[in-house]
């Protein structure tokens, strides 16, 4: 129900106590223009963390495999372990959705010809998966799918490199490409933000490489993507676990550091910045919540300040026939539509700052400070709740006041 | 018009209390014009803010055209202020940011009137006072006579049954009093009842009646002949 004459007193009430109505709102202008910037800047340096692990996933891990260097159940040093496709299906069928992604990598390196230009690519044999491992973004076609594999199909997914280097203007998708003798399909381009030695490469389904080359099925490394959900400390868990079912699986001695092994230097890295992360994570809601308190009292206080002042004006307007429910909604009111359009100010304030210092403060692990509206809204909302609370009390009181305390009182 | 028995009421101070009304009996008829007398302590204000539904009574009855006052809720109480009551205050009681128009439209408001007859109201009772051409002006920019008329104009607006003066030239000088006081006597000429507190002797004879309290008990009841105001304006 929309009461006009009920806003027109509001307006009216702040038009003609333009002071308090400043006060009021200054508050909470502050409070929410404090909350805005400190929490840009603790995201600024979030992403500054985030952009340590943007060329792979940064939950990649690669399971290479050796040599023995230590004998085992009468087994002599210096056998070579290599993994196979059963790897595969164990790994995923042992971990579950522990792992996320898995691919096997099979490289090789090939003269690629089309028409009279050619050049050396690596062709490396992947399964699907590789494909978010590696964070290519695919610009045309495809990337190499489920089928491929199965079919062991003479299709490729070139870099973007590849496409400029071979086809300069032309379009490569649906064009053949002979790799010494064999002629393979184009079905995708892509792009990686991993610099132009990933994109100068060429993928297959890893079987294709097993049929034409090896015809074994053999696989090189095997790089998996454990599950996001799961912290530094619990992948290097992961990491122990994969090692320790591969080294029984070939019979390898526990102890032995060559024959499996995964490397775990990113994920010691990763460790380091989860600590940090979980700093800000505790950090981060103490400011948003230390500055929302300050603007809960300050806002609190204003609206006791606020009825206390306009007690007489209650006496008034109960003697002249007001309902104390009229006198609350009138305060409330009043309070709510300050404290909203003075969070809404603030955010603004808060926001230009953060566009105005954004770009300058980069040298200070600071990228990009930026705050989700969705927060600032909640915070806005808290504040206007409170403010609500705050003179609802107050005004609750009032309105309850015999008139005559009220215009004694004035 | 109204009714009260045996009406009592105190107040608690401290850990004791204090015994202000100790049981009143008051009739006033319709087109009556009643001042209430007595020292400050008499109990004089207490029984005008009874009646006027500011306070609350502790026992006895209170009866305002035919309609029994005990115990309403806070909305009742306001409705039936609303309805039956006009204020004049001592202080005045304007609503300080408000213009002396949006003043005398404030009880409409409370009536739910729509604004464009409040605004229309407002100014029929202004001009009535007087003031029609200080409409705009807000209580600061205008002389206390002024704003006591501003405040009469919005007692009147509500046409209300019954009309409660708190000492209404209290705070004014002899001319100015004997002018608020040749209105409120027109408006009894008019037809409405009017109640008021007052200590001047003088203000007091302008009344039809003079009711004098004394230690929470009525002393004297008298009819009086009026003096009428405006042969000293």
Redesign the interface.
Known sequence: MFD??LW??IF??IN??KTRAALSGFTVAFAIMLFTILFGIANGLENTFEKFFLTTADNALTIRSGTTSKPYKGLQIGRLITYANKDLDYLKKEFGDKIQYITPKLSRTYQLKYKKRKGEYTITGVSPDHQYLEKAVIIKGRFINERDVKNKDKVIAIGRLVEKDLFVKESALGKYIDLEGVVYKVVGVFSDNGGDEQERTIYTGYTTIQRLYLATDEIGSITIGYNPNMSADQALVLVQEITAKLKSRYDVAPNDQRAVRIGNRILQEKKRLDNMTTGLGILIPIIGFGTLIAGILGISNIMIFIVKERT??I????????????IVSIILLESILITAFAGYVGLLIGVGVLEAIGSSIERYWITNPSVKPSIVYTATIVLVIAGAIAGFLPAKKA??I???VA?RN? | MLEIRDLQKSYPIGGTSLHVLKGINLSIKDGEMVAIMGSSGSGKSTLL?II?M???LDSGEYILDGLPIKNLT??KA??Y???FLG?I?Q?F???N??NAL?NVA??L???GMS?KDRQEKALFHLGKVGLADWAKHLPKELSGGQNQRVAIA?ALA?NPKLLLADEPTGALDTTTSYEIMAFIQQLNDEGKTILMVTHEEDIANMCKRIVRLKDGVIMEDTKVIQVRADQYV
């Open positions: 006009l004459d027109r007193e009216q009430s003609k106590n007489k004006e006496g008034i307007r109960k003697a002249l026939g007001a309902s104390p429910r009229s309105s309850k015999k008139p005559i215009l004035g | 803010n006027g500011l306070d609350e806070e909305k306001a409705l202020r609303n309805k204020f205050f202080s009681n304007l609503i940011y408000k949006e404030l009880p408001y409370y009536q604004r919005r509500a």
